[in-house]
Structures are given as C-alpha cells and as structure tokens.
C-alpha cells in the first residue's frame, strides 16, 4: 500500500515555497519565506458521523514588507470523496477560530478518476439569499498537462508530472522527463532521494518499459545521462533488496528455515562482503525470531563488524577467527 499521505506531506514540506511558486505565483509573491513555520498537526472530530480528521499541512508565514501573520492549510487528497468542499470549510473554521488568523486555503488532488473538474466553492445560500460562499484553490493533477511543466525548473514539476493526465503510451517518456529535470536542478543528495522516490513510486514501469527507458537514458545528454543512471541504478538495487527481503520474510512465515538462512547468506554479502563459515554456523543457529531480526538489520550492516556486534548480543560466547 503506497502512503500517500505521508509523500505527498513530506514533498510539499520540503519544498513548500516552490510549490507555491509553481502553482500559486501570486500568493508566493506577496509572503516572507524566511518566517516560515509549520504547525503541529491539527485534529478534528466531526460531531454528527464522529469520524477524526486531520489536516494535512498548516504553514505560518508573515506577509512580506508587514509584521502581521497568515495561515496557508494545504489538504492532499488521494481518493474521491462527496463532501470535500464542506471539509474544507470546516478547516478553514476551526483554524480561523484556533488561531485568530486570516486562512488561506488549498486542496490538491492526486486521484487518478475522476478526471471532471473537481468544484472548488462551499455555498450555502436560500432562495432569497447566499448566506456563505466559501471559495479555496483547487490543484487538480490528473486535468494538468504534463508537457506544461518540462522547462520549469522546479523540483515540484519534476515530481508531480509523475501524476498528471499522461496516456498508457507516454509513460516511459514522462518518466525520463521527469528524471532529466531532478538531472538538471543540482539538489542535494536527500532531497534528490526524495523526489527520485516520489516518482518510481507513482510511475512504476513494466519490465518492457524499463528496457524502453533504459534505451532512452543511452541517448541523452552525457552530463545529464550519468545523473539519471545513478537515480535508475539506486532504483533497482532497492527494488534487489526489497525481493529478497520480501522472499526472506515468506520463508519464515512458511516454516522454511533453511530457506531464510539461504536467502539471508545470498544477501549479507551485498552488505560486507565474504561471510566466514564460522559467520555461517553462527547464523544458522540463531531462531526463527532472531532470524526476523537479523532480516530487518542487516540493511543497515556495512562491514563484518556489524554483522560481529549484532549477533554477539544474541552469542555472547561468539568467537570469531582473525
């Protein structure tokens, strides 16, 4: 299951100026970027249905050339849902109320359907009167062409063309966009990770597409090129690890010891190199739950130190031959 949720808040944290600069030039013209400010998470209760809501990303920020503060509430939403608009009314509210601040509000959708355009106003009005139009900024991502965005240099668009309106055919082609933009914009390693994760996660290519892709990347830009092969060669040394660990962890579900053991002595050597037969012994007599263990930690491991100090809180007694 793909947490949509916590991508969506981690890019838009991380690069929160910059997606206003993208989408809402005008609101990041008039803001102070320096003051800043995330707010802790904000839970609301809907007392007639009493489900809980949280909001998912509240920034504080002066306005530029003034001492006075505003609120910017931006609520990601991955699947459909009737009464959004109302939920954003209901936000907008409770925060206004919360914090005696003037709110400024925006919803980004990254469903994939429907594609209508999605209503961005709360009316509540009588025949002889509107009582309350409440209006919010609407990002909808599958309406959002994604060639719109190739030459912005901004780490955002390399990130979210991987969820715009892009047809079955085009998707070996966004996806190398995508990664010669990040090639192009000099970030640093984490944030670079970030972004790189952000788009192999929702443009996910069929093996026949990455022979595509790969053909594609040969043909690019030599300063350009050695950048994406990085991104593409991190790619599928995860993509390694997370089978083996997946098979590891079905083993062990399934009884099959000496099967995790194998698996577990075919990947330690990706890690630290040649494992000694009396490594070996060692780790075939740990148990199944130590096993499990071992599983999670060796990710972590970078040299046969590692591997000593982990299973010597398990073999005190571990003697290991120079």
């Given at each position: 299951?793909?947490?949509?949720?916590?991508?969506?808040?981690?890019?838009?944290?991380?690069?929160?100026?910059?997606?206003?600069?993208?989408?809402?030039?005008?609101?990041?013209?008039?803001?102070?970027?320096?003051?800043?400010?995330?707010?802790?998470?904000?839970?609301?209760?809907?007392?007639?249905?009493?489900?809980?809501y949280e909001?998912?990303?509240?920034?504080?920020?002066?306005?530029?050339?003034?001492?006075?503060?505003?609120?910017?509430?931006?609520?990601?939403?991955?699947?459909?849902?009737?009464?959004?608009?109302?939920?954003?009314?209901?936000?907008?509210?409770?925060?206004?109320?919360?914090?005696?601040?003037?709110?400024?509000?925006?919803?980004?959708?990254?469903?994939?359907?429907?594609?209508?355009?999605?209503?961005?106003?709360?009316?509540?009005?009588?025949?002889?009167?509107?009582?309350?139009?409440?209006?919010?900024?609407?990002?909808?991502?599958?309406?959002?062409?994604?060639?719109?965005?190739?030459?912005?240099?901004?780490?955002?668009?390399?990130?979210?063309?991987?969820?715009?309106?892009?047809?079955?055919?085009?998707?070996?082609?966004?996806?190398?966009?995508?990664?010669?933009?990040?090639?192009?914009?000099?970030?640093?390693?984490?944030?670079?990770?970030?972004i790189s994760?952000?788009?192999?996660?929702?443009?996910?290519?069929?093996?026949?597409?990455?022979?595509?892709?790969?053909?594609?990347?040969?043909?690019?830009?030599?300063?350009?090129?050695?950048?994406?092969?990085?991104?593409?060669?991190?790619?599928?040394?995860?993509?390694i690890e997370?089978?083996?660990?997946?098979?590891?962890?079905?083993?062990?579900?399934?009884?099959?010891?000496?099967?995790?053991?194998?698996?577990?002595?075919?990947?330690?050597?990706?890690?630290?190199?040649?494992?000694?037969?009396?490594?070996?012994?060692?780790?075939?007599?740990?148990?199944?739950?130590?096993?499990?263990?071992?599983?999670?930690?060796?990710?972590?491991?970078?040299?046969?130190?590692?591997?000593?100090?982990?299973?010597?809180?398990?073999?005190?007694?571990?003697?290991?031959?120079?």
């Open positions: 299951m793909i947490d949509h949720d916590r991508l969506f808040k981690e890019l838009l944290s991380t690069f929160f100026v910059e997606f206003l600069e993208l989408f809402l030039p005008e609101v990041a013209a008039y803001l102070e970027a320096d003051t800043l400010e995330f707010l802790d998470k904000e839970v609301f209760t809907d007392i007639t249905e009493g489900d809980r909001a998912d990303l509240i920034a504080k920020i002066k306005f530029r050339n003034q001492e006075t503060f505003f609120l910017i509430h931006i609520e990601s939403q991955a699947q459909y849902q009737a009464n959004f608009s109302q939920r954003m009314f209901l936000y907008f509210s409770r925060l206004s109320e919360k914090y005696g601040l003037p709110v400024y509000p925006i919803a980004v959708f990254s469903f994939n359907s429907p594609r209508s355009q999605q209503p961005k106003i709360y009316q509540v009005s009588f025949p002889n009167k509107v009582v309350l139009q409440f209006d919010y900024d609407v990002i909808q991502l599958n309406r959002l062409n994604w060639r719109d965005f190739l030459h912005q240099q901004n780490p955002v668009a390399s990130a979210l063309m991987a969820k715009m309106n892009i047809r079955n055919q085009e998707r070996v082609r966004v996806k190398l966009e995508c990664l010669r933009l990040l090639a192009t914009l000099r970030l640093n390693p984490a944030k670079m990770k970030l994760g952000f788009i192999d996660t929702y443009l996910r290519l069929n093996s026949e597409e990455e022979s595509q892709l790969e053909l594609e990347i040969a043909r690019i830009e030599p300063s350009q090129q050695k950048v994406v092969m990085e991104i593409v060669t991190s790619w599928m040394e995860k993509g997370q089978g083996l660990q997946q098979g590891l962890q079905t083993g062990l579900q399934q009884g099959k010891q000496e099967e995790a053991v194998a698996l577990i002595l075919r990947q330690l050597p990706r890690r630290i190199g040649v494992v000694t037969p009396e490594l070996q012994g060692n780790i075939r007599s740990l148990s199944v739950s130590q096993l499990e263990e071992l599983a999670e930690a060796l990710l972590d491991f970078s040299n046969e130190t590692d591997l000593i100090a982990w299973l010597q809180q398990f073999l005190p007694d571990l003697l290991v031959k120079n």
